[in-house]
Structures are given as structure tokens and as C-alpha cells.
């Protein structure tokens, strides 16, 4: 069992190296703390600091009030940094009547990888038709979904919910954002992960569970495990730290931290780049 | 990179096994992380009993050259814990390094009218006082004002907000701002940016290294500080010399003033 990459983060070593991809990331602030400014410049440079080579962000403005802003910024984002930004089209699910308009301006952006969705800010069901009719599309045009999932009194998305949109379309890769958030959200995710082929489940937020990560890494097919920050919600460097610093194999921790995501974007290949 | 952790727990826990179970665990992860010392709570001083749990972990304890004991009090002083000379004499037999206050979860007020004779003692002593910030049940928000007056009223005790909850800095700055012997750890500093921020706007020296281990991983403390983007020198002084000076300047005294 290799432990070097334990030993580079102590020295403060940068990991080009292993050409790290952060799967679930945002853009901007949010009204309801205060956290300092986070444009995409100060994102990028948070991650060349670890050596973070690709982020795949969802601006907040658009899974909070404003989708139609929130997909604006994502694709300046992207044409600012096209070596670096990737992201997901948002969707709302309250205004099903855009979803098309959405998808025709903005999904065939070449650094656009798929769709994400967020039920508790929208409060609405992900087995909803709305969302099915997003499904949908990426089903037909290749992509993933991300979502955001909570194992909460909010019913909207519990990972129960999204197992049954993970179980009703196969051929379309579905991160379980947050694997469920708290212990039962995540014991319920590495259920869903070992049990679906198209299911992940991405690590930011997971500390909430108690569960840490050579636990998770151990219960759930580690193929399915996508490291996540949701930065600059959080700090990028808590999440990867937890990774980096963790007492776990190289190999995982590597697959972990990109070639997981990787191997995922070829199963549902986009088919619709500009 | 050395590193000293202000917030370390051991012991059982009512919902589950958690990764870091006896001393030797827990000295293991710290030397793979370079974690040189580490400030300890018995978690039964938290869950159960304070007066049961600081007297086990007083007795249990082995490594007192790298594990420092936590002792957890209420502002019951006289009636839970036996006055302040018993107090003062477990502080100083057992070299104690921080009290911990649990107002949320062990039920009390934290104002300088009820806990004036609390924050008088550890005042003369120069004993930190680590305020939990993420309780089991409710939030820190209410006890702020409280907090407020007692860091006014004793400068010379530092207090240290520990694992102040995500997304709190409009909480915590303005406490900063007003009380220099006010301090966060890291244990829950998750904000983006938020380290530089701080460092940036009151100084490193307002910041304490605490992994909240076993809760969290130790990594995510040690990785947030390594990789922070500030300077070495403020780094070193987040990482562990701001809480050694805290430690240092402690006065073990057996007899004190009430200076209420």
C-alpha cells in the first residue's frame, strides 16, 4: 500500500500530478452568510494552490433565485477558463416552461458536462416531471446530473428519491450530492452506489455524517466516489485536505480525486458539443 | 510543520463507534499528521457527568507529555464541583491546560452575572475557557451577547470559540473586532477563504489550531493550515504557537482573588 501522497501534503506539495477534478463546485456568494468575495479568479486560484487542475462549478445565484444569471456566469466562467472550467446547465424546475430555451443556449457548450439540480432550493420533488423532462434530455444528448441530496424532513431529495431517478434512467450517471449529507443519508448512498451502476456519490458536505473517508472508501465501490469541495460554499482545501491527509491507499485516494470522474463522463458521452 | 490541536476528544459516544477509540489511536493519528500535542476532553465530561468525566479522565489519562487534559465546569462552581479551592487544586494537580463550557448542552446561562465567579477564577489563573460552538441540540447564537460581556469583563482570560458552526463569520467578527481575548479554532472554520480572511483583517494570532477529532478527520485541520494562503510565520503561529503562548502563560495557582 502506497502512502506517499500523505507525505507530499505535509511538505505542502502541489498535485498536478494527478490531475484532480472537483465535481461539485459553485460560483459567487450567498445571501445568507457571509463568506469573501468568490469569483471565478479567486477560485482558480484556491485551486492552483493544491494543484486542483479542473473545476466543474453551478454558480449559486442559479440554484438560488436566479437560473437564468446563474447559467450566464457559468458559460463567461468557462470561456475565461477554458482549460480549467467545466460546469453543469442549471435548471429550475418552477419554470418548466425554460427548461428548452436552457438546454438549446447553453448545453451544447463544449465545457458544459451536464445538468444540476437542487430540490430543498426549489423546493420540488426530484422524481418531479419537471426535472423527468431534464432527465430526459440528457438521456438524449448524453451528460450527467448532479444533484443535491439531504437526508432530511425534506423529502425532495433524499437519496430514496434520487435512487429512483438513478434506477429509472441507467444510461445517465447521477451524483448523489453530498451522498445524503448525514450518516443515514450516506449509509443509504453507499447502498444506492453499490447497488446501480450509474449512481455516485461525491464527498463534500459528508462530514456531517461522522463517516470519514476511509470508511466510506471502505463500504462503497470506490469507483463510485467522486471528490467533491463545494467550494467556495466551503473551502476548497477542507474537502481535498480530508482526501490528501487521509490513511488510505495511493491508488484510491488517485481514483478518488479525478480518474473516477473521468471513467464516468464516458458512459453517457455528450453528444451535442458546439 | 508542528502542530498543537485545542480540540481533541476521547471516549465513548451514544450514536455510534467513532474512528479514534483509546489514547494509543489517538497518539498514532497524531504523529501521522504531526500533531505534537493535543488539548483532550473525556467525552463522559460532556455526555454524562462533567464532574464523572473530568475525575476519569484525570485518572485514565497516561501520555500527560503530549495529551493535556480538558476540564469541563459549569458556573455552578460551589455546588457541582466542591468550590474553588477543589477546583483550583484538580487544575493544578492534573495540570490542567483549558476548560470547556457546554452552556447549550449542559443547560446553563453564560452572562457575568451568573458566571462572574467562574470567569473570576479562571481570570486569575489565566485559563482559557473553550466555548462549544456546535451543540448537540440548539445553537451558540443566544449566548453571544453573554460571551461579549465576559470577555470584557475578564481580558486576561482567553476564550476560545470552539468549532464555531459553518457559514458564522457575521456571528464571530464582530466579536473579534471588540474582544482581543476573544478566539476562534479551525475545527469548523470552513468559510472560503475564511482563514486568510481573519488573518487578514485581526491578525493570526486570533486563531487556534483544533482538528475536532474524532469527529472530523485531523487531515482537514492540518491541510486547511498547510495550504492556507498567508505567511509562514502566521502559519506557524495558527498552527501552534498561539495556543502554546495561551498554555504558557496559564498561572497554576492553588489560592486566588476573587476579583469580582
Not at chain 2, 142 to 157: E, F, M
Not at chain 2, 244 to 251: A, D, G, M, P, S
Amino acid at each position: 500500500m502506497k502512502r506517499d501522497i500523505v507525505k507530499r501534503a505535509l511538505k505542502g506539495d502541489k498535485f498536478e500530478d494527478l490531475n484532480i477534478v472537483d465535481a461539485h463546485c459553485h460560483l459567487h456568494n450567498l445571501y445568507s452568510f457571509y463568506n469573501p468575495y468568490a469569483g471565478i479568479d479567486e477560485m482558480i486560484q484556491e485551486a492552483d494552490r493544491v494543484g486542483v487542475r479542473n473545476i466543474c462549478i453551478a454558480p449559486i445565484e442559479g440554484i438560488s433565485c436566479d437560473f437564468r444569471l446563474g447559467n450566464k456566469h457559468l458559460k463567461e466562467a468557462m470561456e475565461k477558463y477554458p482549460q480549467r472550467v467545466y460546469g453543469y446547465i442549471l435548471i429550475n424546475p418552477n419554470f418548466p416552461e425554460q427548461i428548452d430555451e436552457i438546454f438549446e443556449e447553453y448545453y451544447s457548450l463544449k465545457n458544459v458536462l451536464g445538468i444540476k439540480i437542487h430540490p430543498t432550493a426549489h423546493k420540488y420533488s426530484v422524481c418531479g416531471e419537471n426535472y423527468r423532462k431534464a432527465f430526459d434530455k440528457v438521456k438524449a444528448l448524453g451528460g450527467v446530473v448532479l444533484s443535491h441530496s439531504w437526508q432530511s424532513a425534506d423529502s425532495n431529495c433524499v437519496v430514496e428519491a434520487c435512487e429512483k431517478i438513478i434506477q429509472a434512467y441507467p444510461e445517465v450517471p447521477f451524483i448523489i450530492g453530498h451522498s445524503g449529507g448525514t450518516c443515514q443519508g450516506v449509509l443509504k448512498a453507499i447502498d444506492v452506489v453499490n447497488k446501480y451502476e450509474n449512481a455516485y456519490m461525491d464527498t463534500c458536505g459528508t462530514f456531517f455524517s461522522n463517516m470519514h473517508i476511509e470508511e466510506m472508501a471502505a463500504k462503497a465501490h470506490p469507483a463510485r466516489i467522486l471528490y467533491a469541495s463545494d467550494y467556495p460554499f466551503h473551502d476548497l482545501r477542507i474537502e481535498i485536505s480530508d482526501i490528501l491527509f487521509a490513511d488510505m491507499d495511493d491508488g484510491i485516494k488517485t481514483d478518488i480525486l479525478g480518474e473516477n470522474f473521468r471513467k464516468m463522463l464516458k458512459i453517457n458521452p455528450k453528444r451535442v458539443n458546439a | 510543520m508542528k502542530f498543537i490541536d485545542s480540540n481533541c476528544m476521547l471516549g465513548p459516544w451514544h450514536f455510534g463507534k467513532l474512528c479514534i477509540e483509546s489514547e494509543n489511536e489517538l497518539i498514532m493519528e497524531m504523529d501521522r499528521l504531526g500533531i505534537e500535542k493535543a488539548l483532550l476532553l473525556d467525552s463522559r465530561s460532556w455526555f454524562w457527568d462533567p464532574t464523572e468525566g473530568n475525575k476519569l479522565l484525570a485518572q485514565q489519562l497516561k501520555n500527560r507529555d503530549r495529551l493535556i487534559p480538558v476540564m469541563a465546569l459549569t458556573p455552578l462552581i460551589d455546588e457541582e464541583f466542591g468550590g474553588e479551592e477543589k477546583v483550583r487544586e484538580f487544575i493544578c494537580t492534573h495540570r490542567v491546560g483549558a476548560v470547556k463550557l457546554f452552556p447549550n448542552d449542559h443547560g446553563f446561562m453564560l452572562d457575568h452575572w451568573n458566571a462572574d465567579v467562574l470567569f473570576s477564577m479562571l481570570n486569575d489563573m489565566k485559563m482559557p475557557a473553550i466555548i462549544e460552538c456546535s451543540p448537540l441540540e440548539g445553537v451558540i447564537d443566544t449566548y453571544l451577547p453573554g460571551i461579549y460581556s465576559l470577555a470584557c469583563a475578564y481580558p486576561d482570560t482567553p476564550i476560545i470559540m470552539a468549532a464555531m458552526r459553518l457559514q458564522s463569520l457575521r456571528l464571530l467578527y464582530p466579536l473579534l473586532k471588540k474582544c482581543p481575548n476573544i478566539f476562534t479554532d479551525t475545527a469548523m472554520l470552513f468559510a472560503f477563504r475564511g482563514i486568510e480572511d481573519i488573518v487578514e483583517n485581526f491578525g493570526a494570532e486570533r486563531i487556534v489550531m483544533g482538528t475536532r477529532m474524532p469527529f472530523l478527520n485531523g487531515g482537514r485541520t492540518v491541510g486547511r493550515v498547510i495550504y492556507a494562503g498567508i505567511r509562514d510565520s502566521d502559519r506557524e503561529k495558527i498552527a501552534y504557537a498561539n495556543l502554546q503562548q495561551i498554555l504558557e502563560n496559564i498561572k497554576y495557582r492553588r489560592e486566588g482573588r476573587r476579583s469580582i
